[in-house]
């Protein structure tokens, strides 16, 4: 198949299957690119999940939601982090009982570097202009939204 005759028939498609295809190519896409940059230091999927989320101190389990996976693998995930020094726990203040991670000053640093890396990914990965972008950012938020409202059809899942 070339580039010219890829989309025959795509255009045919029910939307709903064509947005579909579209985020499964765009996960695809950003999937690989993540991968390849992902050298020095070598973090797991859910360590850079967990950095790009941790945009301020939160409780473990909040985190878990918010990632749409279980309360272990979060806390397998800072114990990762917390090991190469990229996070700390602390109590917190509300409930001495619960911990809140945080990014230390190298976490932080590795999580400015991923939301730049991050906006030169998508615009390259999705071809959409800044407009487009912000347009889809909004219907994203919804959806995710969404998923979060009503949970995922097997659970709440680890992530590799």
Not at 14 to 21: K, S
Not at 60 to 68: D, K, S
């Given at each position: 198949m070339t580039v010219d005759n890829?989309?025959?028939?795509?255009?045919?498609?029910?939307?709903?299957?064509?947005?579909?295809?579209?985020?499964?190519?765009?996960?695809?896409?950003?999937?690989?690119?993540i991968e390849k940059m992902n050298d020095d230091p070598k973090l797991a999927k859910m360590e850079r999940r967990m950095i790009i989320r941790l945009d301020q101190?939160?409780?473990?389990?909040?985190?878990?939601?918010?990632?749409?996976t279980v309360p272990s693998a979060v806390t397998a995930s800072a114990d990762g982090l917390e090991e190469k020094g990229h996070l700390q726990r602390r109590r917190d203040p509300d409930d001495k009982r619960a911990w809140l991670l945080e990014l230390t000053e190298s976490g932080k640093e590795i999580r400015r570097e991923m939301e730049q890396m991050a906006g030169v990914m998508f615009r390259e990965a999705s071809g959409l202009n800044e407009e487009e972008i912000h347009v889809f950012s909004e219907l994203a938020g919804k959806i995710y939204d969404n998923v979060i409202r009503t949970g995922l059809p097997g659970g709440l899942k680890a992530c590799d």
């Open positions: 890829a989309d025959d028939g795509f255009q045919a498609l029910i939307p709903e299957i064509r947005a579909i295809l579209g985020v499964f190519a765009l996960y695809g896409k950003l999937d690989e690119s101190p939160r409780r473990m389990g909040l985190l878990a939601q918010m990632m749409l």
